[in-house]
């Protein structure tokens, strides 16, 4: 066992250098930049040490197209004998740069323990961890039973319907067993799932007239501005009070959340057509988009119901009000149990590494874990990974050497654990 620790030592400069390498292909999504040259890198590295590579693109997911191709990789290493599968996903894409950068954000500058750069931590020090811990398991374990899988997706950042959801339902995860999920969630912590997603746009319904006299009309913003102070008043002192057994960090996303994304009513601002002044209507139409988080305690339908009886409850109010909303997208909670496989082995090795007991902790977004969870039909999923999950997305992104190095050692005594029966 302590071989295995010395031989991921043993590969630290590996490991910087192959993180910096991740870092420097700039993997941009949106657009969806450079997916193919990545997978091709992570080809080119794995394939000469008996990795059976396959390259799969997600023809016809959003945003694929003949300049932005959806390309994902598995790679896959046959043990010895047979045994579980055990497969670590990483996505390979990473969000905008933004503002506020004081490194170059594609340059993986190594300054003491901390490489920077867009993507260092959400994911590809993650990913760089993954694949040190199963190199130095392969080398120390030759003869290991079952199978490891390392796979790099695409566009996690916006769905992974290109990326996990597409394997998924090719069934890429029908033989797996157990699925780790590097995201940057601290070395020391399991993170179980996620809550749940619902995003609806509400629009409500007026007539337009002259601004000059609004009463001819009926103004679909006044009818919006009922319809938010109806939430004032009863929805969000509700939703505050609704709690989980879900270990959700952070602790104030153990509540039931409501955001309201945008809200657009009247003329269209700063349209290409704009001349200066808006022309003087009544608007007929108001829009917003809810961003409703729920908890594996609510149910989907009640969650809907709450909104619809809400909307009802405006009408009831105001007689000329009609209203839709339109449904955009849903995600239901996921949480694997405790007892799982994978749960158990990662807690002991976190133990062994670091000296001390996990944290179980529950993630307040969705990550590729809901699509593992619904399309792969696999419960037996964590994400634990390397990193600060508040540098996630922010100017100045870092990854700890030492961090990856300490996770990198934990996922190849879970591979030992679950690949040797040692
Ligand atoms: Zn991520």
Redesign the pocket.
């Known amino acids: 066992m302590s071989h295995l620790k010395d031989a991921i030592d043993e590969r630290r400069d590996q490991l910087i250098t192959l993180t910096q390498d991740l870092i420097r292909i700039p993997t941009l999504n949106p657009p969806g930049r450079h997916y193919r040259d990545i997978c091709e890198y992570l080809e080119a590295r794995m394939s000469p040490q008996g990795w059976r590579c396959e390259l799969v693109r997600a023809h016809g997911s959003p945003g694929d197209c003949e300049e932005f191709p959806r390309w994902n990789i598995i790679a896959r290493r046959q043990g010895a004998r047979p045994g579980d599968c055990v497969h670590f996903n990483s996505?390979h894409d990473v969000v905008e740069v933004g503002h506020g950068w004081s490194r170059d954000p594609f340059g993986a500058e190594l300054d003491g323990d901390r490489i920077y750069g867009r993507g260092a931590c959400?994911?590809k020090g993650g990913l760089a961890a993954s694949i040190i811990a199963a190199e130095a398991f392969v080398a120390t374990h030759p003869g290991h039973a079952g199978s490891i899988e390392i796979s790099a997706t695409a566009d996690?950042e916006s769905g992974g319907y290109g990326g996990v959801a597409h394997l998924a339902g090719q069934g890429a995860f029908a033989h797996v067993d157990h699925v780790i999920i590097p995201?940057p969630l601290h070395k020391d912590r399991i993170c179980l799932g996620h809550r749940g997603v619902w995003w609806a746009e509400i629009e409500t319904h007026g007539r337009i007239a002259h601004g000059s006299m609004p009463f001819l009309g009926d103004c679909a913003v006044r009818h919006m501005g009922a319809v938010l102070a109806e939430m004032e008043a009863a929805l969000w002192p509700l939703l505050a009070g609704k709690h989980t057994e879900m270990p959700v960090i952070p602790e104030g996303a153990r509540s039931s959340t409501l955001n309201i994304n945008s809200i657009h009513g009247g003329a269209v601002e700063q349209a290409a057509d704009y001349t200066g002044l808006p022309a003087p209507c009544v608007p007929d139409r108001c829009r917003i988009v809810i961003d409703r988080r729920f908890l594996i305690e609510e149910d989907l339908a009640e969650v809907k119901a709450e909104i619809a009886a809400l909307m009802e409850r405006v009408k009831a109010q105001r007689p000329s009000f009609r209203y839709e909303i339109r449904d955009l997208f849903e995600v239901i909670p996921s949480m694997t149990d405790k007892e799982a496989p994978v749960v158990r082995t990662t807690a002991a090795a976190i133990r062994d590494v670091l000296g001390r007991e996990a944290g179980y902790v529950v993630s307040p977004g969705t990550?590729d874990q809901k699509h593992i969870d619904r399309i792969g039909k696999l419960k037996n999923c964590i994400a634990y990974g390397p990193g600060v999950l508040d540098l996630?997305h922010q100017p100045d992104e870092w990854i700890g050497v030492q961090d990856m190095s300490d996770s990198a050692k934990v996922m190849a005594l879970v591979l030992e654990d679950l690949l040797t029966g040692s």
């Open positions: 996505h959400d994911m996690e995201e990550y996630a």
